[in-house]
């Protein structure tokens, strides 16, 4: 079994930066396709971006790229998403995600997700 336990949220404002990590526990965790979504109040969740097992592939979902990065470090079992020039837009609930199975190039399916964070509350104000 794998747990996600995601840190990091809190208020900023418009403009400004934050730093998610999503700590790792568990078996075989290095071997997990891991990634972001994040939920709006109101909204369905939506993909934000991805990185494969080893850190050297990366997605993004076109609403943050340039402005989000994801990475990890497998040694220290954390992933992290530094998110610059934040919107009010941005402003959700971020989940971390892991996947045996999927690619980062599946990841954006959030269907069948192998195992979930229960997230932190990011709130850009305007």
């Known amino acids: 079994q794998v747990q996600l336990v995601e840190s990091g949220g809190g208020l900023v404002q418009a403009g400004g930066s934050l730093r998610l990590s999503c700590a790792v526990s568990g078996r075989t965790r290095s071997s997990l396709t891991m990634g972001w979504f994040r939920q709006a109040p109101g909204k369905e969740r939506e993909y934000v971006a991805a990185i494969s097992t080893s850190g050297g592939n990366t997605n993004y979902a076109d609403s943050v790229k340039g402005r989000f990065t994801i990475s990890r470090d497998n040694a220290k079992n954390t992933m992290s998403l530094q998110m610059d020039s934040l919107k009010p837009e941005d402003t959700a609930v971020y989940y971390c995600?892991?996947?045996?199975?999927?690619?980062?190039?599946?990841?954006?399916?959030?269907?069948?997700?192998?195992?979930w964070g229960k997230g932190t509350l990011v709130t850009v104000s305007s």
């Open positions: 995600a892991a996947d045996y199975q999927k690619t980062i190039a599946t990841m954006n399916y959030p269907v069948g997700m192998d195992y």
